[in-house]
C-alpha cells in the first residue's frame, strides 16, 4: 500500500467550493487510476477512472488529471454539495502477475462539505 | 442488477474464536476478490478467486486465514483463532473477468474482535 500516497487526510470545504485530492504513485505499470468513493456502511463504488494516454477527464462536476510523468492523479469535484461528504480513494490497477489484475488502495481523504 | 451479497453485516468475537462471512457476487462474475479495510485505512486484498481457482492469496495469513470457492459462484472467508488485529471491515468485490476494469464492491461484514 505504500505504492500509492494519497493526501489530504482529510478535507474541509464550503458548499459550492472546489474539493482537490491528490494521489501519488510509484508503480509505472499500473495502467488505469480510478478514484472511488465510500459512504459509511458502504463498500467502495467508482466515482470516475482514467487510462494513461488521456490527461485529464470530466464526468459531470468530478474531473481526474493525470501526469504520467509526475506519476500523480487528482481529483477535482467542482461545486461540492454536502451529499458529496464521504472518503474518497485512489486505486490505481496493475498487473500482479500471470494475468492478474488488482487494485491498490490509498488510505483515503475524508471529505466533509459544510453548507 | 442485484449487487454483491454479503452476510452478516455485523459480528462480535471474542479472541480466539472463530468466524465465517459469506459473499455472494454479481450474476455472471468469474472473479471474486476478497478485502480487508481497517479503520480509517484503505481496502487492502486478501484473496482474489478466478471461477473456483486462487489467483492470488499472498496476502492472506494463512495461519489463521482460509477462503474458498467451491462452485465459482458464492464464497467463505473464515478466521480462526481470531486475533484482536482482525477487528476490521471485511469487503467482497466480483468483477467480469481478471482483466475487467469494473468491480463491484458489497457492504462488507464489520468484525469487531474482543
Known amino acids: 500500500q505504500q505504492q500509492v500516497k494519497q493526501s489530504p487526510q ?5 458548499k459550492g467550493g472546489i474539493s482537490i485530492i491528490n494521489c501519488a504513485y510509484e ?3 499500473f495502467d488505469y487510476f480510478p478514484w472511488y468513493q465510500q459512504f459509511p456502511g458502504k463498500g467502495p463504488a467508482l466515482l470516475i477512472a482514467i487510462r494513461p494516454d488521456v490527461s485529464e477527464k470530466k464526468e ?9 510523468s509526475a506519476k500523480q492523479f487528482s481529483l477535482h469535484i467542482m461545486d461540492s454539495q454536502p451529499g458529496d461528504s464521504a472518503t474518497y480513494f485512489c486505486a490505481p490497477r496493475g498487473n500482479s502477475g500471470a494475468g492478474s489484475y488488482q487494485l491498490t488502495f ?5 471529505l466533509s462539505v459544510i453548507p | 442488477e442485484a449487487g454483491v451479497a454479503q452476510s452478516p453485516r455485523y459480528k462480535i468475537i471474542e479472541k480466539r474464536q ?3 462471512f459469506w459473499c455472494n457476487p454479481i450474476s455472471g462474475h468469474a472473479t471474486l476478490y476478497w478485502y480487508q479495510q481497517i479503520l480509517g485505512q ?3 486484498l486478501l484473496i482474489q478467486f ?3 481457482g486462487v489467483v492470488d492469496d499472498s496476502q492472506l495469513p494463512k495461519d489463521r486465514f482460509s477462503a474458498e470457492r467451491l462452485k465459482g459462484v458464492d464464497s467463505t472467508l473464515k478466521i480462526q483463532p481470531a486475533k484482536l488485529e482482525d477487528s476490521a471491515v471485511y469487503l467482497c468485490a466480483s468483477s467480469l473477468d481478471t482483466g475487467s476494469y469494473g468491480y463491484t464492491f458489497g457492504s462488507g461484514t464489520r468484525l469487531t474482535v474482543v
Open chain 1, 60 to 68: 459531470g462536476r468530478f474531473t481526474i488529471s493525470f501526469n504520467k
Open chain 2, 18 to 20: 472463530s468466524v465465517a
Open chain 2, 42 to 44: 484503505g481496502p487492502k
Open chain 1, 10 to 14: 482529510s478535507l474541509i470545504v464550503q
Open chain 1, 27 to 29: 508503480n509505472t505499470a
Open chain 2, 50 to 52: 478466478q471461477n473456483n
Open chain 1, 106 to 110: 490509498g488510505k483515503g481523504t475524508k
